[in-house]
């Protein structure tokens, strides 16, 4: 079945990059996407991604997708304190349902 | 900019009530979705919703949930009666078109309702 893993921390100095991880299972994943969610917050979308797609840049952030391996990364450029939040992966096939990751939750130490 | 409002923010009920958790989409959305999360995993899908029915829902979506758009504004989640395993945070959320990511669809969603069953 569908599946989505990704690692549940990771602390970062800030101005340092970081980089999250993700993998999917999903061949027929058509969308990957990255979405944010910061305290007593809902769910917001940072970016997205097509499958034809290896590498999206917008500003900061940086996703590439290695679609052989199924995996999904996402890179934060000059990684701040306002950047701590928790950061899910999800998939889908442009149906109704999106697939989520359990969300990696970044901390950015000043 | 516009935003998906759930209420309420956080409710506790006890084993067996039934609990019904509010979502007023963006206004000129067309779909809309019921998502949740059990602490500490992932983000699950319930169900979809479109032209005033279920368009799809996933295996946790059983006879103990509902959805309903009541009016022209809400759209609803009923719990009937509760379990200890509901306790979740659940997110509603809207799109103007179907799915996410679709001809640059996206989904909005809530700040979601915690729900505390105990």
């Known amino acids: 079945g569908e599946d989505v893993e990704q690692s549940l921390f990771l602390s970062v100095r800030e101005g340092d990059s970081s980089v999250i991880n993700c993998t999917y299972t999903?061949?027929?994943?058509?969308?990957l996407y990255w979405y944010k969610q910061e305290p007593g917050a809902g769910l917001q979308l940072l970016t997205y991604i097509f499958s034809n797609m290896d590498m999206k840049q917008d500003q900061r952030l940086t996703v590439l997708l290695n679609k052989k391996d199924k995996h999904l990364s996402l890179r934060i450029a000059d990684t701040q304190t306002g950047d701590s939040a928790i950061y899910f992966c999800?998939?889908?096939?442009?149906?109704?349902?999106?697939?989520f990751g359990a969300g990696t939750r970044l901390f950015v130490k000043a | 900019e516009p935003e998906v409002t759930q209420t309420p923010s956080h409710q506790v009920t006890q084993m067996g009530q039934e609990v019904i958790l509010r979502c007023v989409p963006i206004s000129n959305h067309l779909y809309f979705y019921w998502y949740r999360q059990i602490l500490g995993q992932k983000v699950e899908f319930l169900v979809s919703?479109?032209?005033?029915?279920?368009?799809?829902k996933s295996e946790i979506f059983d006879d103990q949930f509902s959805v309903e758009r009541p009016d022209g504004s809400n759209f609803t989640l009923k719990i009937r009666s509760t379990k200890l395993e509901d306790s979740a945070m659940y997110f509603c959320?809207?799109?103007?078109?179907?799915?996410?990511?679709?001809?640059?669809?996206?989904?909005?969603f809530g700040e979601g309702s915690w729900l505390t069953v105990v």
């Open positions: 999800a998939e889908s096939t442009g149906g109704f349902k999106t697939i």
């Open positions: 999903d061949s027929s994943s058509t969308y």
């Open positions: 959320a809207s799109s103007r078109d179907r799915g996410q990511g679709y001809s640059g669809n996206t989904i909005y």
């Open positions: 919703f479109y032209n005033n029915e279920i368009s799809e």
